[in-house]
């Protein structure tokens, strides 16, 4: 058996990770389930604590991590989603952010060009630098005279395995994404990483853009786009657009890797949407399209296409909930997703 360890997190976290489990449960894939239900918002209310070391020792055991969603109202602090999800990318060095993007039924696209709606591409995310990583800090805050400063981290080992895991997933080509003439110091090692990258992949179409000129083109052309590479920031921004293009967040997964250790955690990228929160109402495509990363990851392929199968399946058929076209709870899709693997 493979075990793997499941945090359900706040909000919606909860109901999508179950349909995503109870999908993997009935395929009979020989896994594990180790359930931390109580790594959520009202643990750190009550004890300040985000996850504990037992905790991490316990994620780290498994080497996979089925990870539903953090983010409270009541909760005020970034510190604590901080100190479970960004905690848990850091420490056990989770450097690749891999967020798919593909328009699973055209009538999803926001597009008017039928002929450039398609979108089938990936990006790849810088996960443990750059503005994320936490460096910096305020002086006088509170006053008018407040000054924030927050830093930009890029090393030279995390930039060029990053680039050479997203040459290494690419199908076709390799997009990087930078804003190297205005940010001068991060952009030229990104350029330098970059053109050693290019000489060790000769055979690989490669691109360069800069964000706001990628941020257009995404727009304009999707189709044009098989793998972009780009830091913390850009990255995050850019998949959230790509997955709206693509038929909206509730349906884009994730994957946070370590291409060398070999451990990943997979979420969906929507977030813990508290207003929709035990309503029904939240699609469970993203958590479910995550478990199929989580497949591709453990050599399990051919349960990965048969998960994005079905999805398809489902969504074309508008067997799915009311925001991608269909009237079925959350429940109701992943039964629905469920049936048409069977």
């Known amino acids: 058996m493979t075990l793997v360890a499941v945090v359900p997190g706040d909000g919606i976290g909860p109901e999508v990770t179950a349909e995503a489990v109870q999908l993997l449960t009935e395929m009979q894939l020989g896994l594990e389930f180790d359930v931390l239900d109580h790594i959520n918002a009202d643990t750190y209310l009550a004890t300040g604590e985000s996850l504990s070391a037992g905790d991490l020792d316990r994620i780290g055991r498994a080497g996979s991590v089925l990870f539903g969603a953090v983010g409270d109202p009541r909760v005020r602090t970034p510190d604590y989603a901080r100190g479970v999800l960004l905690r848990l990318r850091f420490e056990l060095d989770?450097?690749?952010?891999?967020?798919?993007?593909?328009?699973?039924?055209?009538?999803?696209?926001?597009?008017?060009?039928?002929?450039?709606?398609?979108?089938?591409?990936?990006?790849?995310r810088e996960n443990s630098?750059?503005?994320?990583?936490?460096?910096?800090?305020?002086?006088?805050?509170?006053?008018?005279?407040?000054?924030?400063?927050?830093?930009?981290?890029n090393t030279y080992q995390g930039v060029s395995r990053?680039?050479?895991?997203?040459?290494?997933?690419?199908?076709?080509?390799?997009?990087?994404?930078?804003?190297?003439?205005?940010?001068?110091?991060?952009?030229?090692?990104?350029?330098?990483?970059?053109?050693?990258?290019?000489?060790?992949?000769?055979?690989?179409?490669?691109?360069?853009?800069?964000?706001?000129?990628?941020?257009?083109?995404?727009?304009?052309?999707p189709s044009a786009f098989d793998v972009i590479v780009t830091n913390n920031s850009y990255g995050d921004i850019l998949s959230?657009?790509?997955?709206?293009?693509?038929?909206?967040?509730?349906?884009?997964?994730?994957?946070?890797?370590?291409?060398?250790?070999?451990?990943?955690?997979?979420?969906?990228?929507?977030?813990?949407?508290p207003d929709i929160a035990g309503q029904g109402l939240a699609n469970p495509i993203g958590a479910i399209l995550s478990a199929a990363l989580l497949c591709e990851n453990l050599?399990?392929?051919?349960?990965?296409?048969?998960?994005?199968?079905?999805?398809?399946?489902?969504?074309?058929?508008?067997?799915?909930?009311a925001e991608i076209g269909g009237t079925l709870t959350t429940a109701q899709a992943g039964a629905a997703i469920r049936a048409a693997i069977r």
């Not at 790509?242 to 990228?269: C, R």
């Not at 050599?299 to 799915?320: G, K, Q, Y």
């Open 162 to 221: 990053l680039i050479d895991y997203a040459f290494s997933v690419a199908r076709r080509s390799v997009t990087l994404v930078d804003k190297a003439n205005a940010v001068r110091n991060g952009g030229q090692l990104w350029q330098r990483c970059w053109r050693e990258a290019t000489r060790r992949h000769p055979d690989m179409q490669h691109h360069h853009l800069y964000v706001d000129a990628a941020a257009m083109k995404l727009v304009a052309d």
């Open 299 to 321: 050599a399990l392929d051919r349960a990965a296409s048969a998960i994005r199968a079905a999805v398809a399946e489902t969504v074309t058929a508008r067997r799915c909930t």
């Open 94 to 124: 989770l450097y690749v952010n891999h967020r798919p993007s593909f328009l699973w039924d055209e009538r999803l696209s926001p597009l008017r060009d039928a002929r450039r709606r398609h979108v089938d591409c990936v990006i790849v």
């Open 240 to 273: 959230d657009l790509a997955a709206q293009l693509a038929g909206g967040i509730g349906m884009a997964a994730s994957a946070n890797l370590n291409p060398q250790s070999g451990f990943g955690l997979y979420e969906p990228v929507h977030g813990s949407a």
């Open 129 to 153: 630098e750059g503005l994320y990583a936490g460096i910096g800090g305020s002086l006088r805050p509170g006053t008018d005279n407040e000054i924030a400063i927050d830093e930009e981290v």
